[in-house]
């Protein structure tokens, strides 16, 4: 009978040949999953139990299909926060976490001043932005919006589970960020605005079949020829939602720094607009302050 580690070992080899990004890695998630362990144990048992190898071989088999790791497991973990996942959702990708972070750290700049800084989450998907501001900046008030019903429903799970919500948030609704009168009642008095919206252009469909065959349509594509309709709506949305000073900070593709920096400009309500890298070095983030 092969010891674990032989099993995890065979198993990557399958996932590696299946093409899968970082077949080690995944194995053994997928083990520990089996095992109910959070992490793979770092002494490796000699024995597992009788009914390891059928569930090991199915999702197993289920990842070398290039289901993502995500749908199997049931959740990721984005920052601070693990986030219960399904295939009805946008899996949160580590690039977003340096988004959330610039979100985090001015709402923890207006906390330590002794404010509460209203944030929100514009597309908010699973909740990755809007959970983890909650759980970084206790004194926050958080408000997500997304236009799928399934990703509001997931956001107010995830950013539930992150801790006791305050008198006035989380605030999680169905919207769409084209409505003119989205979340109207908070014009002007927002502090940050952060949002990871559908940018893909129509023509770009993802190679990868995680993204292309799972993630859904709806927060892949941003609509029009460039992709950027849904992220100018956001920069609109966040322009009136904004009290003066306050930031935004939106993802968008590598490729469109100058389209995000554009889009602001033409909106006449920001200034400081500037394109920020992800931890890789690559241009993936509008950052500008409302005048
Ligand atoms: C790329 S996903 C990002 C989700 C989440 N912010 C994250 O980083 O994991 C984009 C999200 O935008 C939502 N979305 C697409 N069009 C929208 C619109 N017009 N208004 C509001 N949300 C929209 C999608 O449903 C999806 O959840």
């Known amino acids: 009978m092969a010891r ?3 099993r995890v070992r065979e198993a990557a080899r399958t996932l590696a040949a299946a093409g899968v990004p970082s077949p080690d890695h995944d194995a053994r998630e997928l083990a520990a999953h089996v095992l109910g362990e959070p992490r793979y144990p770092v ?4 024995d597992v139990p009788a009914s390891f190898d059928d569930d090991y071989a199915l999702v197993v088999s289920r990842r070398a299909a290039r289901e993502p790791l995500q749908h199997i497991l049931g959740y990721t973990v984005f920052r601070h926060v693990r986030l219960t996942i399904d295939p009805t959702v946008f899996v949160p990708r580590p690039e977003t976490e340096v988004v959330a972070e610039v979100a985090i750290d001015e ?3 207006l906390a330590d001043e002794g404010g509460t800084p209203l944030v929100v989450d514009l597309c908010c998907g699973s909740g990755a932005i809007a959970a983890s501001v909650h759980a970084e900046v206790r004194r926050a008030i958080v408000v997500a919006v997304d236009a799928s019903p399934d990703a509001a429903r ?3 799970a995830n950013v539930g589970r992150v ?3 305050g008198d006035l948030g989380p605030r999680v609704e169905t919207g769409d960020v084209t409505d003119a009168a989205l979340l109207e009642d908070l014009n002007g008095s927002v502090d940050v605005v952060a949002s990871n919206p559908p940018y893909i252009p129509p023509g770009a469909v993802p190679r990868d079949p995680e993204v292309r065959d799972y993630d859904p349509a709806l927060a892949l594509y941003g609509g029009g020829e460039d992709g950027l309709d849904v992220p100018r709506a956001v920069i609109a949305t966040a322009a009136r939602l904004l009290r003066p000073g306050g930031l935004l900070v939106m993802e968008h593709a590598e490729v469109q720094g100058a389209q995000a920096r554009d889009a602001a400009l033409a909106a006449g309500d920001f ?3 500037e394109t920020r890298q992800d931890l890789t070095g690559r241009d993936r983030m509008l950052v500008a302050r409302r005048r």
């Open 4 to 6: 674990l580690g032989e």
């Open 43 to 46: 002494l490796e048992p000699d």
């Open 107 to 109: 709402a923890a700049r």
């Open 154 to 156: 997931m956001t107010r």
């Open 163 to 165: 801790g006791p919500a």
């Open 271 to 273: 200034h400081h607009i």
